[in-house]
Protein backbone atom coordinates (compact mmCIF):
# COMPACT_ATOMS: atom_id res chain seq x y z
CA UNK A 1 0.00 0.00 0.00
CA UNK A 2 1.21 3.78 -0.95
CA UNK A 3 -0.12 6.51 1.54
CA UNK A 4 0.32 9.99 1.24
CA UNK A 5 -0.91 12.16 3.76
CA UNK A 6 -1.29 15.81 3.68
CA UNK A 7 1.88 16.45 1.26
CA UNK A 8 3.48 19.95 0.12
CA UNK A 9 5.80 20.33 -1.92
CA UNK A 10 7.52 23.54 -2.70
CA UNK A 11 10.15 24.46 -5.21
CA UNK A 12 12.50 27.27 -4.77
CA UNK A 13 11.29 28.62 -1.20
CA UNK A 14 11.99 31.68 0.04
CA UNK A 15 13.14 33.04 -3.56
CA UNK A 16 10.77 35.08 -6.08
CA UNK A 17 10.31 31.70 -8.20
CA UNK A 18 8.68 29.90 -5.59
CA UNK A 19 6.37 27.75 -6.91
CA UNK A 20 3.82 25.12 -4.68
CA UNK A 21 4.04 22.19 -6.99
CA UNK A 22 1.85 20.05 -4.03
CA UNK A 23 -0.87 21.28 -1.88
CA UNK A 24 -2.05 18.86 0.77
CA UNK A 25 -2.31 16.10 -1.55
CA UNK A 26 -3.55 12.50 0.61
CA UNK A 27 -4.00 9.51 -1.20
CA UNK A 28 -3.88 6.12 -0.27
CA UNK A 29 -3.23 3.68 -2.83
CA UNK A 30 -4.04 -0.54 -2.19
CA UNK A 31 -1.48 -2.79 -2.81
CA UNK A 32 -1.51 -4.38 -6.66
CA UNK A 33 -3.87 -1.51 -7.83
CA UNK A 34 -2.72 0.15 -11.20
CA UNK A 35 -3.79 3.70 -10.69
CA UNK A 36 -3.50 6.12 -13.93
CA UNK A 37 -2.60 10.15 -13.44
CA UNK A 38 -3.80 13.05 -15.61
CA UNK A 39 -4.29 16.97 -15.22
CA UNK A 40 -3.10 19.73 -17.51
CA UNK A 41 0.31 21.28 -17.43
CA UNK A 42 2.43 21.97 -14.51
CA UNK A 43 -0.69 20.09 -12.33
CA UNK A 44 2.09 18.79 -9.89
CA UNK A 45 1.93 14.72 -11.99
CA UNK A 46 6.01 14.44 -12.56
CA UNK A 47 6.25 15.78 -8.89
CA UNK A 48 3.86 13.34 -7.14
CA UNK A 49 6.18 10.60 -8.67
CA UNK A 50 9.11 12.49 -7.84
CA UNK A 51 7.64 12.21 -3.70
CA UNK A 52 7.32 8.52 -4.31
CA UNK A 53 10.30 7.89 -6.20
CA UNK A 54 12.49 10.19 -3.62
CA UNK A 55 13.72 13.00 -5.66
CA UNK A 56 11.00 15.45 -4.20
CA UNK A 57 11.04 15.70 -0.52
CA UNK A 58 8.04 17.17 0.76
CA UNK A 59 8.09 20.24 2.72
CA UNK A 60 4.94 19.06 4.94
CA UNK A 61 3.31 15.71 5.22
CA UNK A 62 4.47 12.05 5.24
CA UNK A 63 4.64 9.51 2.69
CA UNK A 64 4.42 5.29 3.26
CA UNK A 65 5.23 2.42 1.35
CA UNK A 66 3.63 -0.64 2.65
CA UNK A 67 5.24 -0.28 6.54
CA UNK A 68 7.71 2.23 5.84
CA UNK A 69 7.59 5.88 6.27
CA UNK A 70 9.92 7.19 3.45
CA UNK A 71 9.19 10.74 3.59
CA UNK A 72 12.70 11.61 3.73
CA UNK A 73 14.62 8.33 2.36
CA UNK A 74 16.03 9.27 -0.78
CA UNK A 75 15.96 7.59 -4.34
CA UNK A 76 19.18 4.88 -3.30
CA UNK A 77 17.46 3.89 -0.49
CA UNK A 78 14.29 2.86 -2.31
CA UNK A 79 15.99 1.04 -5.13
CA UNK A 80 15.16 -2.80 -5.16
CA UNK A 81 11.02 -1.78 -3.92
CA UNK A 82 10.75 1.82 -6.73
CA UNK A 83 11.40 1.50 -9.97
CA UNK A 84 10.87 4.56 -12.42
CA UNK A 85 10.47 4.97 -16.19
CA UNK A 86 10.75 8.21 -17.87
CA UNK A 87 9.40 9.61 -21.31
CA UNK A 88 12.80 10.07 -22.61
CA UNK A 89 13.66 6.64 -24.03
CA UNK A 90 17.26 7.60 -22.94
CA UNK A 91 17.00 8.83 -19.85
CA UNK A 92 16.35 5.71 -17.83
CA UNK A 93 19.49 3.50 -19.33
CA UNK A 94 23.08 4.17 -20.22
CA UNK A 95 23.05 4.55 -24.01
CA UNK A 96 26.88 3.44 -24.09
CA UNK A 97 26.54 0.04 -21.88
CA UNK A 98 25.19 -2.69 -23.71
CA UNK A 99 21.68 -4.09 -22.92
CA UNK A 100 23.06 -6.85 -20.68
CA UNK A 101 25.43 -4.05 -18.82
CA UNK A 102 21.81 -1.93 -18.44
CA UNK A 103 20.64 -5.13 -17.13
CA UNK A 104 23.31 -5.80 -14.51
CA UNK A 105 23.57 -2.79 -13.46
CA UNK A 106 19.59 -2.48 -12.93
CA UNK A 107 20.01 -5.61 -11.09
CA UNK A 108 22.42 -4.29 -8.84
CA UNK A 109 21.19 -1.41 -8.12
CA UNK A 110 21.24 -1.09 -4.26
CA UNK A 111 23.23 -3.61 -3.76
CA UNK A 112 27.37 -3.20 -3.57
CA UNK A 113 28.81 -6.22 -5.38
CA UNK A 114 30.78 -4.92 -8.91
CA UNK A 115 29.37 -5.08 -12.40
CA UNK A 116 31.67 -7.92 -13.12
CA UNK A 117 29.71 -10.59 -11.37
CA UNK A 118 26.77 -9.73 -12.32
CA UNK A 119 27.33 -11.00 -15.87
CA UNK A 120 27.94 -13.98 -14.74
CA UNK A 121 27.20 -16.98 -16.89
CA UNK A 122 24.32 -17.89 -15.00
CA UNK A 123 23.28 -13.80 -14.83
CA UNK A 124 23.71 -13.55 -18.66
CA UNK A 125 21.40 -16.32 -19.23
CA UNK A 126 18.71 -14.56 -17.04
CA UNK A 127 19.33 -11.45 -18.85
CA UNK A 128 18.83 -12.97 -22.27
CA UNK A 129 15.70 -14.94 -21.08
CA UNK A 130 14.03 -11.55 -19.96
CA UNK A 131 14.81 -10.12 -23.10
CA UNK A 132 13.71 -13.24 -25.13
CA UNK A 133 10.28 -12.45 -23.72
CA UNK A 134 9.87 -8.46 -25.11
CA UNK A 135 9.56 -11.14 -28.46
CA UNK A 136 11.89 -8.24 -30.22
CA UNK A 137 14.16 -10.41 -30.99
CA UNK A 138 17.11 -8.36 -28.84
CA UNK A 139 18.27 -11.48 -27.22
CA UNK A 140 20.62 -11.89 -30.31
CA UNK A 141 21.68 -8.57 -29.67
CA UNK A 142 22.70 -8.29 -25.40
CA UNK A 143 26.16 -6.73 -26.38
CA UNK A 144 24.91 -4.12 -28.46
CA UNK A 145 25.00 -0.68 -26.72
CA UNK A 146 21.71 0.46 -25.35
CA UNK A 147 22.38 3.75 -27.81
CA UNK A 148 21.59 1.77 -31.05
CA UNK A 149 17.80 0.42 -29.88
CA UNK A 150 14.82 2.57 -30.70
CA UNK A 151 13.04 4.32 -28.81
CA UNK A 152 10.31 2.05 -28.14
CA UNK A 153 12.95 -1.08 -27.90
CA UNK A 154 14.83 0.95 -24.97
CA UNK A 155 10.89 1.62 -23.27
CA UNK A 156 10.43 -1.97 -23.28
CA UNK A 157 14.36 -2.70 -22.23
CA UNK A 158 13.72 -0.37 -19.29
CA UNK A 159 10.25 -1.48 -18.67
CA UNK A 160 12.65 -5.17 -17.50
CA UNK A 161 15.12 -3.03 -16.06
CA UNK A 162 12.89 -1.81 -13.76
CA UNK A 163 12.14 -5.20 -12.68
CA UNK A 164 15.41 -6.12 -12.32
CA UNK A 165 15.80 -4.31 -9.29
CA UNK A 166 12.56 -7.00 -7.53
CA UNK A 167 10.18 -3.10 -7.13
CA UNK A 168 7.08 -3.37 -6.06
CA UNK A 169 6.32 0.01 -6.97
CA UNK A 170 6.36 1.03 -10.56
CA UNK A 171 6.27 4.58 -11.81
CA UNK A 172 5.29 5.79 -15.16
CA UNK A 173 6.05 9.30 -16.10
CA UNK A 174 4.41 9.44 -19.91
CA UNK A 175 6.95 6.69 -20.88
CA UNK A 176 4.83 5.92 -24.37
CA UNK A 177 4.35 9.99 -25.25
CA UNK A 178 7.87 9.65 -27.44
CA UNK A 179 6.41 7.00 -28.99
CA UNK A 180 4.97 6.03 -32.37
CA UNK A 181 0.90 4.60 -31.79
CA UNK A 182 2.15 1.25 -32.88
CA UNK A 183 4.88 1.06 -30.57
CA UNK A 184 3.59 2.76 -27.75
CA UNK A 185 0.48 0.45 -27.86
CA UNK A 186 3.13 -2.74 -27.61
CA UNK A 187 5.03 -0.83 -24.30
CA UNK A 188 1.00 -0.56 -23.43
CA UNK A 189 0.45 -4.13 -23.38
CA UNK A 190 3.71 -5.22 -22.08
CA UNK A 191 3.37 -2.46 -19.21
CA UNK A 192 -0.24 -4.36 -18.32
CA UNK A 193 1.69 -7.72 -18.26
CA UNK A 194 4.39 -6.98 -16.11
CA UNK A 195 2.23 -4.90 -13.98
CA UNK A 196 -0.53 -7.76 -13.29
CA UNK A 197 2.84 -10.49 -13.64
CA UNK A 198 4.45 -9.05 -10.71
CA UNK A 199 1.12 -7.70 -9.13
CA UNK A 200 2.91 -4.10 -8.94
CA UNK A 201 1.46 -1.10 -7.21
CA UNK A 202 1.56 1.37 -10.48
CA UNK A 203 0.94 4.89 -10.87
CA UNK A 204 1.11 6.17 -14.57
CA UNK A 205 1.29 9.85 -15.78
CA UNK A 206 -0.63 10.08 -18.84
CA UNK A 207 -1.75 13.15 -21.41
CA UNK A 208 -3.65 10.67 -23.25
CA UNK A 209 -7.51 10.45 -21.88
CA UNK A 210 -7.89 7.44 -23.45
CA UNK A 211 -5.17 5.70 -22.08
CA UNK A 212 -5.98 7.03 -18.71
CA UNK A 213 -9.19 5.09 -18.78
CA UNK A 214 -8.23 2.04 -20.92
CA UNK A 215 -5.53 0.96 -18.46
CA UNK A 216 -5.36 0.49 -14.81
CA UNK A 217 -8.38 0.42 -12.15
CA UNK A 218 -8.71 4.04 -10.91
CA UNK A 219 -7.52 7.58 -12.73
CA UNK A 220 -6.78 10.75 -10.32
CA UNK A 221 -6.67 14.42 -11.74
CA UNK A 222 -4.44 17.28 -10.22
CA UNK A 223 -4.87 20.48 -10.90
CA UNK A 224 -2.54 23.17 -9.06
CA UNK A 225 -1.01 20.78 -6.93
CA UNK A 226 -4.93 19.22 -5.81
CA UNK A 227 -6.41 16.06 -6.64
CA UNK A 228 -9.50 17.60 -8.20
CA UNK A 229 -10.94 13.80 -9.42
CA UNK A 230 -10.58 10.41 -8.08
CA UNK A 231 -12.55 8.06 -9.71
CA UNK A 232 -12.34 3.65 -9.89
CA UNK A 233 -14.90 0.82 -10.40
CA UNK A 234 -18.30 1.63 -11.95
CA UNK A 235 -18.28 5.03 -11.74
CA UNK A 236 -15.03 4.91 -13.59
CA UNK A 237 -15.92 2.02 -16.16
CA UNK A 238 -18.81 4.07 -17.25
CA UNK A 239 -16.87 7.20 -17.81
CA UNK A 240 -15.85 7.41 -21.33
CA UNK A 241 -13.21 10.84 -22.81
CA UNK A 242 -16.12 13.04 -23.51
CA UNK A 243 -16.81 12.82 -19.53
CA UNK A 244 -13.66 13.22 -18.10
CA UNK A 245 -12.87 16.15 -19.91
CA UNK A 246 -16.61 17.23 -19.18
CA UNK A 247 -15.89 16.33 -15.29
CA UNK A 248 -12.80 18.16 -15.63
CA UNK A 249 -14.48 21.81 -16.73
CA UNK A 250 -16.84 20.86 -13.97
CA UNK A 251 -14.79 20.53 -11.23
CA UNK A 252 -12.40 23.79 -12.08
CA UNK A 253 -14.96 25.63 -13.89
CA UNK A 254 -12.89 26.19 -16.46
CA UNK A 255 -12.54 25.21 -20.32
CA UNK A 256 -9.69 23.22 -21.62
CA UNK A 257 -10.02 24.61 -25.26
CA UNK A 258 -6.49 25.86 -25.24
CA UNK A 259 -4.95 22.78 -23.19
CA UNK A 260 -3.44 21.31 -25.75
CA UNK A 261 -1.65 18.90 -23.67
CA UNK A 262 -4.47 17.01 -22.60
CA UNK A 263 -5.03 14.92 -25.53
CA UNK A 264 -8.71 12.48 -25.90
CA UNK A 265 -6.57 9.69 -27.50
N1 LIG B 1 12.74 21.33 -9.90
C1 LIG B 1 11.83 22.30 -9.99
N2 LIG B 1 12.13 23.57 -9.66
C2 LIG B 1 11.21 24.55 -9.72
N3 LIG B 1 9.92 24.36 -10.10
C3 LIG B 1 9.56 23.12 -10.45
C4 LIG B 1 10.50 22.03 -10.42
N4 LIG B 1 9.84 20.90 -10.82
C5 LIG B 1 8.59 21.29 -11.09
N5 LIG B 1 8.41 22.61 -10.87
C6 LIG B 1 7.17 23.36 -11.02
O1 LIG B 1 6.18 22.70 -10.22
C7 LIG B 1 4.93 22.65 -10.91
C8 LIG B 1 4.50 21.20 -11.09
O2 LIG B 1 5.41 20.59 -12.00
P1 LIG B 1 5.25 19.08 -12.51
O3 LIG B 1 6.44 18.79 -13.36
O4 LIG B 1 4.98 18.19 -11.36
O5 LIG B 1 3.94 19.18 -13.41
P2 LIG B 1 3.30 18.11 -14.41
O6 LIG B 1 1.88 17.97 -14.03
O7 LIG B 1 4.13 16.88 -14.43
O8 LIG B 1 3.42 18.90 -15.79
P3 LIG B 1 3.67 18.42 -17.29
O9 LIG B 1 2.45 17.71 -17.74
O10 LIG B 1 3.87 19.70 -18.02
O11 LIG B 1 4.88 17.54 -17.28
C9 LIG B 1 5.15 23.39 -12.23
O12 LIG B 1 4.73 24.72 -12.06
C10 LIG B 1 6.64 23.32 -12.44
O13 LIG B 1 7.09 24.42 -13.20
Request: charged share 25%; glycine share 10%; aromatic share 2%.
Given at each position: ??????????????????????S?????????????????????????????????????????????????????A????????????L????G??????N????????????????????????????I??????????????????????????????????????L????????????????????T??????????????????????????????????????????????????E??????????????????????E
Open positions: MISLDNVHVVFGRGTPLEKKALGVSLTIKEGAFTTVIGSNGAGKSTLLGVLAGDVIPVEGSVRIGDADVTKLPTARAGRVARVFQDPAGSCALSIEELALAHKRGQRRGLKLALSHSRRKLFRERAELDLGLENRMTDRMAMLSGGQRQAVSLVMAMMAGCDVLLDEHTAALDPGMAEFVMKLEKIVGANKLTTLMVTHSMRQALDYGNRTIMLHGGEIVLDVEGNNRRNLDVDLIDMFRRVRGQTLDDDELLIA
